[in-house]
């Protein structure tokens, strides 16, 4: 009998050993269908669990440091990539992702390290010598900046943004002609570079070159035209060459860019002072001094124009609050006897003016200078306070160069360079969706009859798209799972209590384990054949994991030509569903089959005209054949309807261009 068990137990092990390994590599596998669609707390659970069974294995630390590192907690990135680089030296992908949270750390020389090591596996990636020349220019250690970029333009004479580094330590080391030198061969090599043509205007503002710098920042402009920063400057070149309007349309622009500009909006109410437009001046004065209560420059230009345009008191308090700070400041002291004067404080004012005449200040005080000619084009620096440049236009203290540093580590994890995208497939979950819309609510009979017969643990609804889980949530959803395990596993009438399977299957597509949720409702399917929801759910998991499959280079037409038929049989059981045509259209436009995408929207906004999703589908299915001003009209009615990221859609294509 013991031989007999030892020899069953020998057989086992290797099918139980198979089993736990299968169990580990989906989890892996379905922790990196979450990192592809940005879901980063849900990743980590996955890795988590395969962390606590196989804490030997390499790839779960390091994917996880990858999901750390796109939540911004990179000090447990760095410490899962150390890990990983602890069980296997010999990738240099663990190594560079450690450089990148090193990096932003402002730990340098850890960066430094871990990029030398990288190099060592690729010495022919440029963008790992890229990012260690940065990180020694951040450093200060120009000499060995200059080392490596010596080295980069032998091996890449071609590469751009070897010479506009190099011209970057120049700067540092204060040599502005070899900056420009360096910055002219890097706009040779590659004239459509937004940043170093923002970097060449840098060098011609500190020369006084006005026109040539204008001419530069319209280029980076073109080139970048999201970038507060650039409109800045070039209102400030376009002031010094007398364009005050193009000034002033410039300071707009970067304060619908970026509202909390300091230097815009300070600047433009300076701006607007000179040509007359006070009380817009003192609306610019006011948010500056929101954002820097303390800002006593700022104070005292709002100050004399509220004296200006006859608020007394608010002048008064101004000047007070300058006073306070500086109480020597004599100039204050006469504006604020003046304005005494005006109200009929009489006392107030006479003491003021004794402090003046206690110290022998013999200047005529009191009336705001016009800006002379010479005057006019003075700047003085953002953390200077001095009283006497109380109307020239503030620059930066520091003009320094924002460094990007080269990775693949940036935007969504597929790198997918996507403007404007369909909105997703509507789907079965356990959370209302709601599209801006208040008054509209996601409903469909099938879901509600489900929901009243079956009596789910959890009850389902209908959204657009996925709902990214906090870890409270991926783990509640998690416990849900095992409870709908343990009772399908102790059903003796599973035709009784297939509603389980399907809740069970649900549960695994909300935490994104398609492969599970598609093997219950396959199941499921196989008890009744009936139910829509079935069909639909698979359908939408299946076409999830097509996405994924297709961008690691798979072909996933059959797979999805079977999730369209799964969505046909669900048109079939339900023809009054407006979900299940958007969803089909969703697979045909993914097909660039957009005729039959838009005839399947068409039939979804028949049954429900507040689809708006439906519109702003069929708008970009429009567009994408070519014809852009049906295609606005769908974006507009989507808008109206409530989902207002169709207006950043209108403005992309409203120009006419064909979306590629």
């Known amino acids: 009998m013991r031989k007999l068990i030892l020899s069953l137990l020998a057989l086992l ?12 590599d989906r989890l892996i596998d379905v922790g990196k269908s979450a990192l592809y669609y940005e879901d980063y707390v849900l990743s980590i659970q996955y890795f988590n669990q395969v962390i606590l069974v196989k804490p030997y294995l390499y790839e779960p630390w390091y994917l996880r440091a990858v999901a750390k590192y796109y939540l911004d907690d990179y000090v447990g990135a760095e410490k899962d990539c150390s890990e990983a680089i602890r069980l296997n030296p010999y990738v240099p992908d663990f190594f560079e992702l450690r450089g990148l949270c090193f990096i932003k750390q402002n730990k340098f020389d850890e960066a430094i390290a871990d990029y030398d090591k990288t190099i060592e596996f690729n010495p022919y990636n440029k963008n790992l010598w890229f990012n260690r020349v940065l990180c020694k220019i951040e450093k200060k250690d120009y000499d060995a900046a200059n080392a490596d970029l010596d080295s980069m333009v032998n091996m890449w004479k071609t590469y751009a943004k070897a010479y506009s580094l190099k011209a970057e330590v120049c700067m540092q080391q204060k040599d502005t002609t070899g900056c420009a030198k360096y910055l002219d061969k890097s706009l040779e090599i590659d004239p459509y570079d937004g940043e170093t043509w923002a970097f060449r205007a840098m060098i011609s503002l500190s020369q006084e070159e006005w026109k040539a710098a204008d001419t530069q920042l319209s280029k980076a402009i073109h080139l970048k035209p999201g970038t507060a920063s650039n409109y800045v400057n070039r209102a400030l070149a376009r002031y010094n060459i007398n364009n005050l309007n193009g000034a002033l349309a410039d300071y707009d622009k970067a304060i619908e860019i970026d509202p909390n500009n300091f230097l815009a909006h300070y600047n433009r109410g300076q701006l607007r002072v000179q040509v007359g437009d006070d009380n817009r001046a003192i609306e610019d004065f006011n948010y500056v001094i929101n954002l820097e209560p303390g800002n006593v420059m700022a104070i005292y230009n709002r100050a004399l124009l509220l004296e200006r345009t006859g608020d007394i008191y608010g002048a008064i308090r101004d000047y007070t609050t300058i006073i306070k700070q500086f109480p020597n400041f004599w100039v204050g002291l006469n504006n604020r006897a003046r304005c005494y004067r005006k109200v009929g404080l009489t006392a107030k004012a006479e003491l003021d003016e004794f402090k003046i005449f206690k110290a022998q200040m013999d200047k005529h005080y009191g009336r705001q200078q016009r800006w002379s000619k010479k005057k006019q084009h003075e700047v003085r620096k953002k953390s200077e306070i001095d009283f006497d440049k109380y109307n020239q236009l503030v620059v930066a203290d520091d003009n320094t160069v924002q460094h990007e540093y080269s990775t693949v580590y ?234 207002y990221d169709a207006y950043s859609a209108i403005k992309k294509f409203s120009k006419g261009k064909k979306s590629k």
């Open 410 to 643: 940036r935007g969504r994890v597929q790198n997918r360079k996507i403007d404007v995208v369909l909105l997703p497939m509507f789907q079965i979950s356990f959370s209302q969706y709601d599209n801006g819309v208040k008054s509209y609510q996601a409903f469909d009979n099938d879901v509600e009859k489900f929901n009243f017969n079956q009596k789910p643990l959890r009850k389902l609804y209908i959204r657009c798209g996925v709902k990214p889980l906090s870890e409270q949530e991926t783990k509640s959803v998690f416990t849900l799972i095992d409870t709908l395990s343990v009772k399908i596993n102790e059903s003796r009438d599973l035709d009784r209590d297939k509603g389980l399977i399907l809740q069970r299957a649900v549960a695994n597509s909300v935490v994104q384990n398609y492969a599970e949720a598609v093997s219950d409702l396959t199941a499921y399917i196989q008890t009744d054949s009936t139910l829509s929801l079935a069909y639909w759910q698979r359908a939408v998991c299946q076409a999830r994991m097509n996405e994924y499959e297709a961008s690691r280079g798979g072909d996933v037409k059959l797979k999805t030509a079977g999730a369209i038929a799964d969505l046909d049989m669900a048109v079939k059981l339900n023809p009054d569903n407006a979900y299940l045509y958007f969803d089909r259209g969703n697979l045909y436009a993914a097909n660039k089959d957009y005729a039959k995408a838009i005839a399947d929207y068409d039939t979804a906004i028949k049954i429900d005209p507040k689809l708006a999703e439906a519109y702003y589908n069929r708008g970009i299915s429009h567009i994408n054949l070519g014809d852009n001003d049906t295609g606005i009209g769908d974006l507009s009615k989507a808008g109206e309807l409530g989902l």
């Open 13 to 24: 092990a290797p099918v139980m050993f198979m089993s736990a390994q299968f169990r580990t």
